[in-house]
């Protein structure tokens, strides 16, 4: 078994998994289905935070990224893995917010993570408990960001990995993923579910979403809590709004379950406004809570849309319940705004996932429909580097590309 890169210490109250339909609960393990109530993919992680995360709030930057939270994350004694996730900056926007006429928009910027995406966190947690929990293999379904940090940390921890990856995810992750060590398995949609369940019957740890998805994880969404952590530490002043770009809605729950622990332990007095967007015609999450409605529908299909990483016909009914829990809300945005937010990103120095957009797009529509005010602290979370990402083919360049010989290049140029 290779060597643990980090320690943790425990300090905080005993947690467990709450089963999401019964309220049953038991020590988190191998368990992925609620022995009261027969159920599979119910559970979450709980745990009650303790006076220490608003010491590590008041006390400015750390070095030790998303474990230097560590008692408030899933028990994983000496099996935490890192390579240096979390600490990503928290940017003033010099462009994007003028331009949409916000005058205190802040980027939280996940691409800087070691694999390029907020994901990072998420594997970072969901690996070492693998590891903590004695598996010697993992596997996952993905879109693209997912699978790149599965294997990325997989690599680090010494186990074997598969992904499942859309059958639409660019090339580039495919390659990044083998360059890693796993298998890449691009099987049809139809089949993957069954593929998972069979997996995870010969053994294999599921290091994957929550539920909608089978073998929900429910360790992973943890790691998102420390971008709550890091906003509140690493801002100069109130923040008024968070805006999360949502697929299956972990980020939005990790994140909403963050800010609830802060001001459980009275380092805020309330959570700021946390919503959740998503693409218009893949909006499942943004379509129940216009309805007021506490089950999140399956859409069946969805409408094509540029933002692929967060292009779901499903959301987490966890996401909907803790946004009821801390006052949330959702909106859906459109794909043109979309691309706008992503060439303003652009202006700014950010080469992001367009589907990153999304949060930037969401607040300039949020404001002129007076959903909130123009002088509010908002905070834009941008999941993932765009590097990997191709532009779609309705993106405007701002530069250009030239081939040709090199008089006729320096004369154009020039």
């Known amino acids: 078994m290779p060597t643990p890169d980090v320690t943790v210490s425990r300090s905080a109250t005993e947690p467990a998994l709450v089963c999401g339909r019964c309220g049953s609960r038991s020590a988190p393990g191998r368990a992925f289905w609620c022995a009261t109530c027969g159920r599979q993919g119910t559970f979450s992680y709980e745990r009650t935070p303790n006076r220490r995360l608003r010491d590590l709030v008041e006390g400015g930057r ?72 004695g598996f010697r293999s993992v596997f996952c379904v993905s879109t693209g960001n997912h699978g790149v940090a599965c294997a990325t940390y997989a690599r680090r921890a010494g186990l074997d990995c598969v992904v499942l990856l859309h059958e639409e995810a660019p ?75 949502v697929g299956a809605g972990d980020g939005y729950a990790g994140v909403a379950r963050g800010y609830r622990d802060l001001v459980a332990v009275g380092a805020l007095d309330r959570p700021p406004r946390i919503i959740a967007t998503q693409p218009i015609g893949a909006d499942p999450l943004v379509r129940a809570t216009a309805a007021g409605e506490d089950f999140v529908p399956d859409l069946g299909e969805t409408a094509p849309s540029i933002a692929l990483s967060i292009r779901e016909r499903e959301s987490s009914q966890m996401s909907r319940r803790v946004m009821r829990e801390v006052g949330g809300d959702a909106i859906a945005v459109t794909d043109d705004a979309i691309l706008r937010a992503a060439a303003l990103l652009a202006d700014e120095g950010l080469l992001v996932d367009v589907a990153s957009s999304a949060s930037v797009a969401a607040a300039g529509v949020l404001v002129e429909e007076g959903r909130l005010k123009r002088d509010a602290a908002i905070v834009a979370l941008l999941t993932a580097s765009g590097a990997r990402w191709p532009r779609p083919s309705s993106y405007q360049f701002a530069g250009r590309i030239l081939r040709g010989r090199a008089a006729d290049l320096r004369r154009l140029i020039l």
């Open 171 to 245: 090339e580039s992750f495919a390659e990044a993923c083998a360059v890693l060590g796993a298998t890449v398995a691009r099987v049809p949609a139809s089949e993957r579910d069954d593929l998972m369940e069979q997996l995870f019957a010969d053994g294999w740890f599921p290091a994957t979403c929550m539920a909608p998805f089978p073998i929900p994880n429910p360790y992973g969404i943890e790691g998102y809590r420390t971008i709550a952590y890091e906003v509140t530490r690493d801002a100069t002043r109130e923040i008024d709004a968070m805006i999360v770009p």
């Open 62 to 133: 750390s070095q030790s990224g998303i474990w230097s939270w560590g008692d408030l994350l899933p028990a994983v004694g000496s099996s935490a893995i890192t390579l240096g996730e979390g600490d990503t900056p928290l940017l003033p926007s010099r462009v994007a917010g003028p331009a949409l006429r916000l005058e205190s928009l802040f980027l939280k910027v996940e691409g800087t993570n070691p694999s390029g995406s907020f994901k990072d966190r998420f594997q970072a947690v969901s690996i070492s408990v693998a590891l903590h929990q």
